[in-house]
Every structure is written in C-alpha cells, then in structure tokens.
C-alpha cells in the first residue's frame, strides 16, 4: 500500500510541536530502520506508525479521560497511570482521523502497546515499541545505553537468528530499565509490562 506521507505529517505536527513532533519523525526513522533488519516487507507501514504513534500524547490528562470515556476504552479510575493513557487513546483517535484502511489491526495494536508492551506481542509491535525507545534523538542514558547495547551487537551478529537474539535481548533490558526506575521513584508498574518482560525472558522466536 503507498502512503501520503506528506498529508500524514503534516496532519500529526497539528496535534506536535517542537521536541515532540522531532521525536515522531525519530521514531518513524528507527521503525523504518529496524524494519529494513527484521520485517522488510512493512519497513514503510512501521515508518507510518512511527508517525502516528503518539499522535494524542500533548493531550492533556482530563481529555485524554473523556476520550477513554467516548472510546468505550475500560479503566479503573482510583488507578489511572496518566503517563500510559496516549497510548490508549491514540489508537482510536488514529483509526477516527485516518480510517480503517491506514490504521488496521496492526498499527492499532503497536500503538496501544506502544508504552507498556505486552506478552505475546508481534514483531511488529515489538518493533515501535523499540523504536520509541532508541530513537536517535533520545538522550535519556538508560535509552542511550539501550540504543548502544542493540547496535553494538547487531554489528557483531552475521545471521537473521543471531540479530533476533539481540533484539529479544535488547527488550528484556528495557523492561529491566524501566521496571528500576519506577521502582526507584515509587511509581506503579503497569500488569503488561510484567508480562512483557516474562514473556522475552524465555522467548526464543518472535
């Protein structure tokens, strides 16, 4: 399928300014690339959810809580982790903006998931969420080091086999990162995250 990704763009830097929207174009950038390596026949369709993947996360708290409201998308409201609720929201705000055809099953569930991953995840959800991770524009030294593991390694990995362990790898340790660092500054962990992480720890394939 071909993309406008002209009308794409510049649809998303309506709802992104600055900082934020750079990081989207990073993103889409990093899920084209690591596309190239692991699913070259979507690298463009990764490239797109790169662009559409935090589409609603300027939002501010209160209408993201309207729209999982108005989206029938279920909650429990004495726990809400505001930081997750883009990802939840920005699937569906997506799919209304863009219809059906450009934001499939596929691009919806790398975007739900695109926070917090999840068990049984797909390659290519696995990939944005990656992606949002090492983006190059990230300088976050847990994303730095991150970033530096996976291609320091993939350089050093001759087989499709060896560069999937890498990538597995690489995963694990955003969920050893992220996991560290809330419960450093005594924040919740989010179920799918847990799940996630137990999930790649004994994943060969993916």
């Known amino acids: 399928m071909d993309y406008d990704f002209d009308f794409i ?3 998303v830097q309506k709802f992104q300014k600055g900082k934020r929207y750079s990081h989207t174009l990073g993103v889409a950038k990093e899920a084209y690339e690591l596309g190239k390596l692991f699913l070259p026949e979507k690298a463009k369709k990764l490239y797109l959810c790169g662009l559409l993947h935090d589409i609603t996360k300027d939002f501010k708290t209160d209408k ?3 729209l ?3 989206y029938g998308i279920l909650f429990d409201e004495n726990n809400v982790i505001p930081k997750l609720l883009h990802s939840k929201t920005g699937c569906e705000y997506a799919k209304r903006l863009f219809g059906e055809e450009i934001v499939d099953n596929e691009i919806y569930n790398a975007i739900f998931y695109h926070t917090t991953a999840r068990a049984n995840m797909s390659l290519f959800e696995a990939i944005v969420y990656l992606a949002d991770y090492i983006e190059e524009g ?5 994303c730095v080091k991150l970033r530096n593991y996976f291609y320091e390694n993939i350089k050093n990995s001759n087989s499709y086999e060896e560069k999937l362990g890498v990538f597995i790898k690489t995963m694990v340790l955003s969920f050893d990162y992220t996991i560290k660092n809330l419960i450093e500054e005594e924040k919740q962990i989010d179920y799918d995250t847990v799940c996630a992480r137990n999930y790649f720890l004994t994943c060969k394939t993916i």
Do not use: V
């Open 9 to 11: 763009k510049a649809t």
């Open 64 to 66: 993201q809580l309207l």
């Open 68 to 70: 999982c409201k108005e």
């Open 138 to 142: 990230r300088t976050f030294e847990d």
